[in-house]
């Protein structure tokens, strides 16, 4: 095994140790008492609290079959999935930036991000918690990596933020309802941050895109017409990760597309 091979598979399982500390902020942080230190990792079924052996990532879910050691209960399959998950981004940014700030900073965005997805499908919030910090250490972060200039950071924080705010207040003036919530807004800052302004328009464009999908499934499916509501954090953060790790392809894409709108 070459030097890049070993970096790439420690980078995996140090996103699967990453991965598991992260289901248990999934888990915890909704809870306005609950701590993510305290207590040690334990069932969420019988509170029985996990031996060593029962909280290695990935390989303790194989190893019990999906299902608690003590009371037999399924284990959901959010652990895993989170696990892996974590485990992809970690290779796949040291492959991309090796060992830089740039992975540094964008392990911690992809690591908030999956939280966010995770958390806003289950409780449909975005924690205030993982935004406002989020988005300062964007811009921090872009002080400090070559991949993102400030200005484009500073850019992307106002755009993202005032984009999404002036769609909710237009939504809201039209049906008097709100049709957006304040933490998708604070989110897209958070990512304007990140990415810079120039991501703005992939992630606008392919959560809109994807989240209609989706909506208008939901609305056959639970056949509640207009008041059928889907969270829509989790579609912004999932164009955002398409961004960090396919920016050359979204970029090709669009030059596909100007190509063919306005030949030469």
């Known amino acids: 095994m070459d030097l890049l091979s070993f970096i790439i598979v420690t980078a995996f399982l140090f996103g699967t140790i990453i991965g598991s500390f992260l289901n248990v902020v999934i888990l915890r942080l909704p809870r306005e008492e609950a701590s993510i230190v305290f207590p040690a990792s334990h069932c969420p ?5 996990l031996r060593w052996y029962e909280n290695i990532p990935l390989l303790s879910f194989l190893f019990l079959r999906g299902r608690c050691a003590h009371c037999k209960k399924k284990i959901s399959l959010q652990y895993p999935m989170v696990e892996l998950s974590m485990a992809l981004f970690s290779a796949a940014l040291v492959q991309q930036f090796g060992l830089s700030i740039t992975t540094a900073g964008y392990f911690l965005f992809c690591a908030a991000l999956l939280v966010i997805i995770w958390i806003d499908v289950q409780h449909q919030i975005i924690p205030d918690i993982i935004s406002l910090p989020g988005i300062i250490v964007g811009l921090l972060f872009s002080l400090l990596s070559p991949a ?8 992307g924080i ?5 984009i999404l705010y002036g769609i909710a207040m237009l939504y809201y003036l039209w049906r008097r309802v709100e049709g957006m919530g304040g933490g998708d807004i604070k989110l897209l800052a958070m990512i304007g ?3 810079g302004w120039q991501a703005l328009p992939f992630v606008i464009l392919a959560s809109s895109l994807s989240g209609t999908v989706i909506g208008l499934l939901a609305m056959i499916k639970q056949k509640k017409g207009g008041q059928t509501r889907i969270p829509f954090g989790p579609f912004l953060s999932l164009a955002a990760l398409a961004y960090i790790f396919f920016r050359p392809q979204i970029f090709q894409l669009y030059q596909l597309y100007l190509s063919a709108s306005f030949p030469s």
């Open 158 to 162: 106002l755009a993202g933020g005032g």
């Open 148 to 155: 993102l200039h400030w200005s484009d950071s500073l850019i």
């Open 45 to 49: 079924a019988c509170l029985h609290e």
């Open 193 to 195: 941050a990140f990415l």
